[in-house]
């Protein structure tokens, strides 16, 4: 499995930025897709994940309402759209793909979000929120 994210970039705070985590490969119905972040000088945190099997999503706390999380199934795709954006979102932000359980646990901050500890990670894309 392979994974590919896209559409950081510098956005004014207020702003929103939609980013795109693009897979390939072989996913089974109970695996699902995690968006996490790392800001500079802190541990990765989870944001969202959704359900590959039925898009139900999950999202951290700080986040819900601001973020959205969906699927595009055409062409497996999952997007993060966030909105209101704070200069503490401010981080390079990954997506990763396990089973959902796994997967979920990770972004709820009940298991370590190393790279050895999901299936696969994507690059990262960064976006950084200023004036």
């Known amino acids: 499995v392979q994974l590919v994210e896209s559409g950081g970039g510098l956005v004014q705070p207020g702003g929103s930025l939609r980013l795109s985590c693009a897979v390939s490969?072989?996913?089974?119905?109970?695996?699902?897709v995690g968006w996490f972040r790392q800001a500079p000088g802190k541990e990765r945190e989870g944001v969202a994940c959704?359900?590959?099997?039925?898009?139900?999503?999950y999202y951290r706390d700080g986040v819900e309402g601001r973020f959205t999380i969906s699927r595009t199934s055409s062409n497996n795709t999952v997007n993060l759209q966030m909105n209101r954006l704070d200069p503490l979102d401010t981080a390079v932000y990954y997506c990763a793909t396990d089973t959902l359980v796994r997967v979920c646990q990770t972004v709820a901050g009940k298991r370590r979000a190393g790279q050895a500890d999901l299936e696969a990670w994507g690059q990262g894309t960064l976006v950084t929120v200023s004036s």
């Open positions: 490969g072989f996913t089974p119905d109970y695996y699902g």
């Open positions: 959704i359900s590959i099997q039925d898009d139900s999503s």
